[in-house]
DNA sequence: CAATAACTTGAGTGGGAACTCCGCTTAATA
DNA sequence: TATTAAGCGGAGTTCCCACTCAAGTTATTG
């Protein structure tokens, strides 16, 4: 439904120019890195000098600065949800689950915590559900994924679902990043929320 | 060393005039309302619309955006400790602890996610430590004495200090605004990172 | 190599928001 | 009530930043 408009389009340019694909990739990890330190309120300005291209061109590939964060946040999702897939058929399903709930901290700490701040400040997070709603989808799966069969062996509580998880781990990732704190208590932040997620101590 | 400078500074006003004292109130009540639902981002010509004052007003009283966003992060972290202070001899020190969790996550909830937010965008908690050092200390006390007792009675782990139940509960409330989920849901989430709190389940 | 469409550049534009300034108003004090 | 200094209003100033556009450059294709 989305794939063309055959009549009244162009014949689909899918592929751009060496140089545009070039710098489109560029301008993606400077703006990576520019939000990840700044933070979403950091300049176009800033993420082109640090792509090394002129302001014109981040948008022309990028329409609008809101556009480019999104793309951002769409990058790491996806970039997510392949750990995710890639973990899936492991032979120990608990510590694919471990490992992919480390992972996702490892991703968000220091790099990915403007993804929450995007909420205010001009793009929402729903927008992006709106735009690119594969994006969401696929994450939720492959946990899910990760999730039952982690359940099914027994390792963590049947009463929570791929939404939950995923909330805490944001959650998780937020206190990880709490300034103050050393990796020793850093390592304790986790490993209370891994044992919450192994289910309550029987009274 | 930061009291006063008698030598160069004037008599030490405390005493605002009434309406001055009113107005300031006004404005932080306005600013707390207008940056929890729109965040940090929100202009201060709104603050100042809400409040019913004019914008000289606003910069009357706090000389910079930054300090009127200071002040309201202060004024939360204050009532926290409030809460806290006023559980501290509450018979049933489980009960107590668990009670702040809650009202800590109340009272982040979708009032007070920007102080998240609020670590890029201007402000930076790092701040508010330099400035009001007494604040935090006193919270992380507070928090301190709740703790020391519920993990007294044997209803939360031992190996956890106050720093670390702090970042639990900031990435509680984090995961607890995350979007798309229902009450049962946040209600199990809640009881994942209280379990555990409690302690890993023996194997 | 020529032709051309795609791409890049960077000075410029517009708008929005933090902050200032000064004339007016009002609470405090005697 | 008169005096006065503290406080208030709000138009104006300044700066920053998202976004545009026309002129120049370069990859591509035959």
Redesign the interface.
Known sequence: MERQTPATAAPQRTSLRADARRNRERVLDAADAVFSE????ASTEEVARRAGVSIGTVFRHFPTKEALIEAVVVGRLAQLTTEAERLADAVDADAAFLAFFHRWIELSATKY??A??L????TD??EIRDTHPDVGRKLHEAVGVLLTRAQHTGGI?R???A??V???M???????E????DAD?RA??L????????????S
Chains 1, 2 share one sequence.
């Open positions: 700044f933070g979403p309120a915590e403007f929450g701040a909420s205010r400040s001009g997070v729903q509580r009463d929570v679902g939404s939950e995923i909330a805490l944001v959650g998780a990732s937020r206190a990880h709490h300034v103050g704190l208590q304790r932040l490993s209370v929320t891994i044992d919450g997620l192994r289910g309550p101590r029987p």
